[in-house]
């Protein structure tokens, strides 16, 4: 029996201003038309079993906000779902333009304490909005379509602190968009297994027997074990990247030989067949034995040669990451967020949910307008990967997608 969570049974309904709202609810034929014309349009914002039909059955008072919302009751299973406008927060803890700004600095980790400065109220008030987003599922808000759930992934673990103790962040990602990330507390295969189960779980609510072909990762046996586990027939591609970081980082110290074995390396990367990049790798050994003397590089080649063939299994999927670069900079980003709060201090769960939100307003934050005026349909990683976006703020899209926590329904046995 999967635990219903708050906030599962809570339909976010795009509307064009309050004045519209107030229209549609005043009128039960007019907001039932307006549903069914959402429903045929965004069938993912809501529940499965809307399509056998519902019936409105009570309502829903906002004393603080001044605001009536309706629930309907689903024919299919007799399930109650409130319906609620993508201008109020979820909880009626505010209205979504007055939280758009502060929210969206948390991106660049400005502490609550200043949020409280800039915008009042206090700073636990912000600080329990923004982890309140993170009940939503990370796959579901951010994957809108099964079809779009991806087959080749990048995944790795970065290490943080919390309360002053070492924890592991397993962080999934593809197409730009942080699609997994959890915390625990050890980086064996186990606790791995655990901490990437929960992007599995979120991908298998919206396709069963979703399995990803590839998953990109470092050499560490923990992650490689946790993903066979979770995945028995995905294939593993080793990041050449870490490779040749280790082979650089005990070359010597002179700019020219450094270069040269690094230019060798990236050039057998970018051949075209497996048997030419072996043979690349094999000159680049030989051109190291001959020129450099230092004994960690020979030693970090030598390794790199005989892990030569797990590279190659790329080039049997040409879709495939190849390197780490992805996930990479998004573990950067989160990286400098955490410095900036000098990392966790709680209990282990709102550092979970805290992880969770920085992922979603990630993939959910608007370009940079360098970016949006270089292709004008770049609004934001969410974007990229769905190909449309439900309202042109982004804290109002997030809030769509995530109607009903981005669980479209709910998982019963």
Same mark, same amino acid.
């Given at each position: 029996?999967?635990?219903?969570?708050?906030?599962?049974?809570?339909?976010?309904?795009?509307?064009?201003?309050?004045?519209?709202?107030?229209?549609?609810?005043?009128?039960?034929?007019?907001?039932?038309?307006?549903?069914?014309?959402?429903?045929?349009?965004?069938?993912?914002?809501?529940?499965?079993?809307?399509?056998?039909?519902?019936?409105?059955?009570?309502?829903?008072?906002?004393?603080?906000?001044?605001?009536?919302?309706?629930?309907?009751?689903?024919?299919?299973?007799?399930?109650?779902?409130? @319906?609620?406008?993508?201008?109020?927060?979820?909880?009626?803890?505010?209205?979504?333009?007055?939280?758009?700004?502060?929210?969206?600095?948390?991106?660049?980790?400005?502490?609550?304490? !200043?949020?409280?400065?800039?915008?009042?109220?206090? !700073?636990?008030?912000?600080?329990?909005?923004?982890?309140?987003?993170?009940?939503?599922?990370?796959?579901?808000?951010?994957?809108?379509?099964?079809?779009?759930?991806?087959?080749?992934?990048?995944?790795?673990?970065?290490? +943080?602190?919390?309360?002053?103790?070492?924890?592991?962040?397993? +962080?999934?990602?593809?197409?730009?968009?942080?699609?997994?990330?959890?915390?625990?507390?050890?980086?064996?295969?186990?606790?791995?297994?655990?901490?990437?189960?929960?992007?599995?779980?979120?991908?298998?609510?919206?396709?069963?027997?979703?399995?990803?072909?590839?998953?990109?990762?470092?050499?560490?046996?923990?992650?490689?074990?946790?993903?066979?586990?979770?995945?028995?027939?995905? +294939?593993?591609?080793?990041?050449? *990247?870490?490779?040749?970081?280790?082979?650089?980082?005990?070359?010597?110290?002179?700019?020219?030989?450094?270069?040269?074995?690094?230019?060798? *390396?990236?050039?057998?990367?970018?051949?075209?067949?497996?048997?030419?990049?072996?043979?690349?790798?094999?000159?680049?050994?030989?051109?190291?034995?001959?020129?450099?003397?230092?004994?960690?590089?020979?030693?970090?080649?030598?390794?790199?040669?005989?892990?030569?063939?797990?590279?190659?299994?790329?080039?049997?999927?040409?879709?495939?990451?190849?390197?780490?670069?992805?996930?990479?900079?998004?573990?950067?980003?989160?990286?400098? @967020?955490?410095?900036?709060?000098?990392?966790?201090?709680?209990?282990?769960?709102?550092?979970?949910?805290? *992880?969770?939100?920085?992922?979603?307003?990630?993939?959910?934050?608007?370009?940079?307008?360098?970016?949006?005026?270089?292709?004008? $349909?770049?609004?934001?990683?969410?974007?990229?990967?769905?190909?449309?976006?439900?309202?042109?703020?982004? *804290?109002?899209?997030?809030?769509?997608? $995530?109607?009903?926590?981005?669980?479209?329904?709910?998982?019963?046995?």
């Amino acid at each position: 029996m999967a635990v219903s969570i708050r906030g599962d049974k809570s339909i976010c309904l795009p509307v064009s201003s309050e004045e519209q709202y107030q229209q549609l609810i005043a009128n039960n034929h007019n907001y039932r038309a307006y549903l069914l014309q959402l429903y045929a349009k965004y069938p993912e914002i809501f529940p499965r079993e809307m399509e056998a039909g519902f019936s409105f059955h009570d309502w829903v008072v906002s004393s603080k906000q001044e605001l009536s919302m309706r629930r309907i009751k689903l024919k299919a299973n007799q399930q109650v779902y409130q @319906l609620r406008p993508d201008f109020i927060m979820p909880y009626m803890v505010g209205k979504t333009d007055e939280i758009d700004k502060p929210m969206y600095l948390r991106q660049f980790g400005v502490p609550f304490d !200043a949020l409280s400065y800039v915008f009042g109220r206090n !700073a636990m008030y912000w600080y329990r909005i923004y982890l309140s987003l993170g009940r939503a599922s990370i796959v579901g808000t951010t994957i809108k379509d099964a079809q779009k759930l991806p087959p080749h992934l990048v995944a790795d673990e970065k290490h +943080t602190w919390l309360g002053g103790s070492r924890v592991y962040l397993p +962080t999934t990602v593809a197409s730009g968009c942080i699609l997994g990330v959890s915390l625990t507390e050890s980086a064996s295969a186990p606790a791995l297994t655990k901490g990437y189960a929960e992007f599995q779980t979120e991908a298998r609510l919206l396709d069963p027997n979703y399995t990803p072909v590839t998953v990109n990762t470092d050499a560490w046996d923990g992650t490689k074990q946790a993903w066979l586990n979770l995945f028995p027939t995905v +294939t593993l591609v080793l990041c050449f *990247l870490h490779a040749v970081l280790k082979v650089q980082k005990g070359s010597p110290s002179y700019r020219n030989l450094r270069n040269k074995l690094k230019a060798l *390396l990236w050039k057998a990367y970018k051949s075209s067949t497996a048997a030419k990049f072996l043979q690349g790798i094999r000159l680049a050994l030989i051109w190291s034995k001959k020129h450099i003397r230092r004994k960690r590089t020979l030693s970090k080649m030598r390794q790199l040669c005989r892990r030569a063939a797990q590279f190659t299994v790329a080039y049997q999927f040409p879709q495939a990451h190849r390197t780490s670069n992805m996930v990479d900079r998004l573990m950067n980003h989160q990286d400098r @967020l955490l410095y900036t709060m000098q990392y966790f201090h709680g209990d282990k769960e709102s550092a979970r949910l805290y *992880l969770r939100s920085m992922a979603l307003i990630w993939n959910f934050h608007p370009y940079a307008a360098r970016t949006r005026s270089k292709c004008s $349909s770049r609004i934001s990683p969410f974007s990229d990967l769905n190909g449309f976006s439900y309202h042109h703020n982004w *804290l109002h899209n997030l809030l769509i997608a $995530s109607s009903m926590n981005g669980r479209q329904t709910l998982q019963s046995g």
